[in-house]
DNA sequence: CGTTCCTTTGAACATAGTCAATAAACGTGG
DNA sequence: CCACGTTTATTGACTATGTTCAAAGGAACG
């Protein structure tokens, strides 16, 4: 309980810095947190590390770097489901013998680490693991609606802010600043075009001025613009 | 621990009948389910009954009806995200105040018991519910494949045969028959298609000798050749 | 039996995909 | 640090899938 514990905005480790956005962790949870990061396991980039149909064994977070939800069709199209990124958990299941819904694949290096399991002296991290996953189907419904009601362009817009409010919650991006270590070949298998139609409407957001894009460095340089073009929707998951 | 157990088989309720294909229940889970139906409440069908952001109480189990999660945007564009089919679960959250993540809308009437607390003794009631959960995320990620991946044939071939599976489960559907209560426009709304398009994939998919559809009732009568055109995902959610 | 909602059809149009070629960036070994 | 091979980004011309607009035909329902 007398752990060493700074406040939550000076928080080094981003996905701790996250899990403690979405809910009030006591000190003893973010102690679990900074022991559970002492033992990362790291995932090479371009790598599958998880693979649909799988068993899971355990519930994991991640640390560092990009990694995505995939499905891949038998003629080779594939989709990808929805992003991992620091302070993401994965493999969370309330099932006796649960299987991966989905492959998971490493964009990035990604360093992951056993998610402590949740106990009764844990303030808040069994509820940061609740609001975490009600999150995540969050963006999994907003997914849905980008994909089968908006066009290119409101697609890329929409999934830009998203992407931004995701890192800034753990700190990796703040005014409409962060790196995206991503192919425009990716973002398309995000939004369902292809990479020449990714290519035309990144140029359209630049010549908007809503948009400067260079070596993996995004800047969004008039946030309120983009939130007129889109839903307002505040990522709020408890009443 | 007595009591009057059909065999699942011949299960007459369709909620409970899908809830014991998902996980073996005991006899006394499945007095508990029938005592719950025995409360009913009904939602008068083109209602929204539960909306986005709104608190959510307790968890709910759909009886019989046809309801959907919906998404309608500021202009009106509207993205139905999923259905909500007898056995299916609604509600259910594991953080402290919860709210719903999206509206619900009864397609037809709609009748829904409470879902009981799984409690120690309830012997596969929990693992049902966490089953049913992982199942509707299966369906989910489905979802965005299909809007991001698939054309418009694709998508009504692969989703046709989704409904017959989940309907099946509950006993609603064999052998390639099932009722349908929804207009081409929903269903345009589900597919991210117009509904003018819609009925074009409909009478190709007639004229393929794919599909029947009179008055709500849906026949397939090739499910062989079907499942040839759509990616085979058994829905596996436990190793 | 008229009203309303739903389905069906046609013609013109728009958004996004395909194919192909070039340019730029990146990584690697010498 | 440079040369080379590979991956990624960019551009153009053409095509295709799905949308829009509008109107007419059916079915359901009071």
Partial sequence: MSTSAAPTLFESIPAIR???????LSPSAVARLRAASAAPRTMRQRREFVTEGEPVHEARIVLSGWACHTHV??????????????????????QSNPVASASIFAVTEVVTC????????DGGLAESYAVSAATSEHYLLR????LGRLNAYERMVDWLMEIHERLALAGLADGGQFSMPLTQELIADTLGLTSVHVNRTLQALRSDGLLTLRSGQVLLPDLCRLEGLIENRPVRVTG
């Fill in 18 to 24: 996250r899990l403690s956005a979405l809910a009030a």
């Fill in 73 to 94: 069709l038998r003629d080779g199209r594939r989709q990808v489901l929805d992003f991992l990124l620091p302070g993401d958990l994965l493999g969370v299941c309330a």
């Fill in 114 to 121: 056993p998610a402590p399991l949740p106990r009764a002296d």
């Fill in 143 to 146: 997914q849905v609606t980008r």
